[in-house]
Structure formats: C-alpha cells, structure tokens
C-alpha cells in the first residue's frame, strides 16, 4: 500500500460544475497537507497548503482535511476551462518536509 | 515575484553519456530539493540539501547520480551514464518552511 493514493482518473466535468479531488494516506505523522497544480509540461504550482483538520477556503477553491479518517479533499467551484490540469495532493511530516505526492488527477473542465 | 530557476528546460541525450541539470532557488530559501517525475505519476524526492548539506539522498541512485549545492545557493543534479529509464521530469523546489515552490522542470529524453 502506498503511503499516498489519489484516484488518477481522467476526470471530465462541463464549465460550472462543482469539482471534488480526494486523496487518503496511512502515515498518521503527515501533519501538512498541500494541493498542487500542474499544468502540462509545466512544474507544480502550490494551491492550497493547510495543517490542521477542517476547511480552508481561497476564493473558488476549499481544502478539507480530516485526520481522523486520513482524508483528504480539493473542492473547486464554478470550474473554468482554465482549471483544466492535474492535480497533486502532497503531504509531509513535522520533522523533515519531505513531501510524499499522490499519482495526480488529471481534470479536464469542457467549455 | 520570486521563482526557482532550471536549465535546460529541455534535454535529449543518447544512454551512456552524461547530462547535468542546474536550478537556483529562490533568494534566501535554505532548503533545496531535486524531485523526479515519471509520466502520469507525483514527483519522487531525489536529494534533498539544507543550506549545502545533504539531509536526505535515500532515494538517489548513487552508481550515476550525484548532486552538489556547494555554497549553498544554487544546485546542480549530475546524471553518468544516463539510461533509457532516466527519461523523466527532473524538477527543483526550495521552500523556508513546509511549503516547496516548484521550478519549470527539466524534461529529460534519453534514446
């Protein structure tokens, strides 16, 4: 078992739809909890970075944690054709940083 | 606003010969990290330096791969000889803390 997964997809939605992205993870010492986003042929660009259980919302965009299922999830609101990428969870422990990455999700959001 | 930096951003080789990646991190980031990137896959940590000093370099293949941060700026990740199966994304990130920034990436061909 992988300490990361994340359902690969491809994951098709029309414009304005509500889009919902998950990972699990079994190390229960990952304590920060990042979404990256990567566009093709590109590097990935930090999203949304929390550490404690709950919701943290940025503008179309919620994170959600829950450490006690070891769940997590990336809500996207009103997609838009330029949400169009893959999308990474990644996660670290308090003592090193190191982060473990999930495969990605590959999100198309069709105009 | 401030990003990593890597060259080339492309590179084709032929196996057995040599190749060497270059990143420079955002100014003042103490951490630096070399991440591999296999197609439809995360990123896999490489070599991860503190200031010029590895802190982890578990996962690098150490019969061809070498990486040095020799004043503890930038970093150069060195690849001899390169195999088929080194034909991959070799991406930069530094961060202060807990969050890691991303460079463009390498994307690496080896025929």
């Known amino acids: 078992q992988k300490e990361v997964e994340q359902d690969p997809g491809p994951l098709s939605v029309p414009e304005g739809a509500i889009v919902s992205l998950n990972c699990t993870y079994s190390n229960s010492a990952f304590q920060y909890f990042m979404w990256y986003r990567q566009y093709s042929r590109k590097g990935p660009e930090l999203l949304m970075y929390?550490?404690?259980?709950g919701n943290k919302e940025d503008g179309r965009f919620t994170a959600q944690v829950d450490k006690s299922s070891k769940y997590i999830s990336l809500f996207i609101r009103d997609s838009q054709p330029s949400d169009s990428a893959t999308y990474l969870c990644a996660m670290s422990e308090r003592s090193n940083y190191k982060l473990t990455f999930g495969k990605g999700t590959l999100l198309t959001v069709n105009p | 606003e401030a990003e990593v930096a890597q060259s080339p951003r492309y590179k084709i080789t032929e196996k057995s010969q040599a190749v060497a990646f270059w990143c420079d991190p955002i100014?003042?980031?103490?951490?630096l990290y070399w991440y591999r990137q296999i197609l439809g896959q995360g990123p896999e940590l490489l070599v991860q330096f503190q200031d010029e000093s590895v802190v982890d370099d578990s996962q690098l293949p150490k019969d061809r791969f070498s990486a040095e941060r020799l004043k503890g700026v930038d970093s150069t990740l060195k690849i001899q000889p390169a195999e088929l199966g080194d034909s991959a994304m070799y991406l930069c990130?530094?961060?202060?803390?807990?969050?890691?920034?991303f460079g463009p990436g390498t994307r690496l061909l080896v025929l």
């Open positions: 100014s003042g980031h103490a951490t």
């Open positions: 990130a530094s961060s202060l803390m807990e969050t890691q920034y």
């Open positions: 929390t550490y404690s259980s």
